[in-house]
């Protein structure tokens, strides 16, 4: 196994964990209470906080805080500059620590550039969320959502490509780049083997 690879203007404190061939760049800061997977890496001036759980083969790129209380599963990209907060109704004189409320990002998912992931939220697995978008609730699995706030137009395959759907309904279609097919029933799309 090949060690992690923390740049030297970077900042990883002590108590931090970081897995094999996890790559931390240029004035980056890992705080204490992290745990991050292996085969990650985290961009120029990431932030990851205490509070913050982060599975294998993560791409954070640049300028991305991590705050408390957020979760990212394996293979999730957070392109730049994209946000995540976890107060609901912050103010700079009310206390609130209390009251993070935590979000999840689960696997595969995609978070485009300064896109923003508003407290208390999932993102479901594969799931893709336009850049500048505003996501304010839940994303189902596979779901392409964009705009302010964030709306479903459709869906995405685990390949990364839009695949020929309505945003709900019924219907099957493939990949495009993979050739496997997925079901949509209603708001859900499962993946499939059988031929469309």
């Not at 990883?12 to 705080?31: E, K, P, S, Y």
């Not at 206390?95 to 993070?100: D, G, L």
């Not at 390949?159 to 496997?180: F, I, M, T, V």
Request: charged letters at 15%; one cysteine or more.
């Amino acid at each position: 196994m090949t060690a992690a690879w923390i740049h030297a203007s970077a900042i990883v404190d002590d108590g931090a964990q970081l897995g094999d061939a996890t790559r931390v760049w240029h004035f980056a800061h890992v705080c204490a209470g992290a745990r991050i997977g292996a085969g990650c890496s985290l961009g120029q001036g990431v932030y990851v906080g205490n509070d913050v759980v982060i599975g294998n083969n993560v791409k954070v790129q640049n300028q991305v805080s991590v705050y408390d209380a957020v979760t990212l599963e394996d293979d999730v990209f957070c392109g730049p500059s994209m946000v995540f907060t976890n107060v609901h109704n912050p103010r700079a004189a009310v206390p609130r620590k209390s009251e993070y409320r935590p979000t999840w990002v689960r696997r595969g998912a995609t978070l485009g550039a300064n896109c923003t992931i508003v407290c208390g939220t999932t993102i479901g697995e594969y799931a893709f969320v336009g850049a500048g978008a505003v996501v304010s609730r839940d994303v189902p699995a596979y779901a392409l959502v964009v705009g302010v706030p964030a709306r479903r137009i459709g869906w995405m395959s685990r390949h990364g490509e839009r695949l020929d759907l309505p945003a709900s309904g019924s219907g099957q279609a493939r990949c495009p780049a993979s050739g496997d097919t997925y079901r949509l029933d209603g708001e859900t799309l499962t993946p499939c083997s059988s031929p469309i």
